[in-house]
């Protein structure tokens, strides 16, 4: 008779990421080592990845790389490779195919996410020019951009043409035409957003947003925050209702009394007619 094999219990999601949770890590660790420390010195070693060491000073600079694929091919290189052996690492009896598959796609989100934080990169470093560019302008419109210094006295002569060309450009040349508008005109004032630098409008926006949330949370919460002049007039309001609720108790009073006269009267009218 044969056994029966009990069932296995369904995995939660939470024991399934705390089952995986170091064999990711350790898979990580490995992608990051292979990319940093056997494909970058190979592809360095053949001109295919910027050197981190300084040139010679006999040598000439090498070209700047650029920024939107930098990284680009170690991540993905080192991706395929690692999406390769952890492939077979994990399923070593599958078909070649299947692993190179494996690898492919790794290398193909790796190279996606790679482009994106180069992008979010380049972006990074737009928005700081375009701050110091805004603070450049700034700097001259307030005069603050001086001549600058005079080079030291050389013992040869300098001819009044040369003089003349050596002189330090004025402050508008270091203007920028950033808003298409004339830098005398009043309205590009330091305050003005059109000047305003990358710190300042992130400031005024964050500002500006909170003071919007805090204005929303105020009209939706049940608990108001008044300035003393506000709460003034509530108590003025309240002791003016306070005052009529005394004005109309008494008339009503008066009124009662007036009654009750009317009723004495006629209570001692008829006591007097039976008599």
């Known amino acids: 008779m044969a056994q029966k094999v009990p069932a296995q219990q369904p995995q939660t999601l939470l024991d399934h990421t705390l089952r995986t949770a170091p ?10 080592s292979i990319r940093e420390y056997a494909l970058v010195p190979v592809l360095t070693h053949f001109s295919l990845h910027p050197s981190p060491l300084s040139p010679s000073p006999g040598s ?7 920024p939107h694929t930098a990284n680009l091919l170690p991540t993905s290189l080192s991706a395929l490779v690692a999406g390769t052996a952890f492939s077979y690492f ?35 470093i737009k928005l700081l020019v375009w701050g110091e560019e805004r603070a450049r302008a700034k700097r001259a419109e307030a005069g603050l951009l001086g001549e600058p210094a005079a080079a030291e006295p050389s013992a ?38 059109g000047r305003e630098t990358f710190s300042e409008r992130s400031d005024r926006l964050i500002g ?29 309001e309240r002791l003016r209702g306070v005052e009529d609720e005394m004005d109309r108790a008494r008339r009503e009073r008066e009124e009662l009394e007036t009654v009750g006269a009317r009723l004495a009267e006629q209570q001692r009218l008829r006591e007097a007619e039976r008599r």
């Open 23 to 32: 064999l990711n890590v350790v898979y990580g660790t490995v992608a990051a």
């Open 60 to 66: 000439p600079a090498p070209p700047p790389p650029s």
């Open 90 to 124: 994990q399923r070593p009896a599958s078909a070649a195919g299947l692993h190179a598959r494996a690898g492919l796609t790794l290398a193909l989100g790796c190279s996606v996410l790679q482009g994106i934080v180069n992008e979010a990169d380049v972006v990074r």
């Open 156 to 193: 040869t002569a300098v001819t009044p043409d040369a003089a003349a060309g050596a002189t330090a450009p004025p402050p508008s040349a270091y203007l920028t035409d950033l808003t298409h508008r004339s830098a005398t005109t009043p309205s590009l004032a330091p305050s003005d957003p």
């Open 208 to 236: 500006e947003g909170w003071s919007w949330l805090g204005r929303k949370a105020s009209a939706l919460s049940p608990v108001k925050k008044l300035d003393p002049e506000a709460y003034e007039r509530k108590l003025e």
